[in-house]
Nanobody, 124 residues
Framework: QVHLVESGGGLVQPGGSLRLSCTAS????????MGWYRQAPGKERELVAR???????IYTDSVKGRFIISRGNAKNTVYLQMNSLKPDDKALYSC??????????????????WGQGTQVTVSS
């Protein structure tokens, strides 16, 4: 019942920048963690960056110093600012949000939702 909508992907030259956005909707009680993952054809999906409800962040080594994950003023939104993009960054980027939701009034349960993904292509 929690739906994620992603945007911001596209074609960019090496060294360029993109900002990905992910917004969750639904009967959300709380959000614990939000993260961005990516998967290239023939490769395993990997965690790119993650941010907790307290603002703590982690990044995969390959993007440290280049990417920044942040939460929007609306706390159901997460961004991934990607700078100095490299061809190896080409992948389908997917948003994941975990927390608790209420299926109906009077209770709340855990959830983990994934977005459909947004394609990032880095090429000359």
């Amino acid at each position: 019942q929690v739906h994620l909508v992603e945007s911001g992907g596209g074609l960019v030259q090496p060294g360029g920048s993109l900002r990905l956005s992910c917004t969750a909707s639904g009967n959300i009680f709380s959000i614990v963690v939000m993260g961005w993952y990516r998967q290239a054809p023939g490769k395993e999906r990997e965690l790119v960056a993650r941010i907790t409800n307290s603002g703590l962040t982690i990044y995969t080594d390959s993007v440290k110093g280049r990417f920044i994950i942040s939460r929007g003023n609306a706390k159901n939104t997460v961004y991934l600012q990607m700078n100095s993009l490299k061809p190896d960054d080409k992948a389908l980027y997917s948003c994941n949000i975990e927390g608790r939701r209420w299926p109906y009034s009077g209770m709340h349960i855990p959830f983990s939702s994934w977005g459909q993904g947004t394609q990032v292509t880095v090429s000359s």
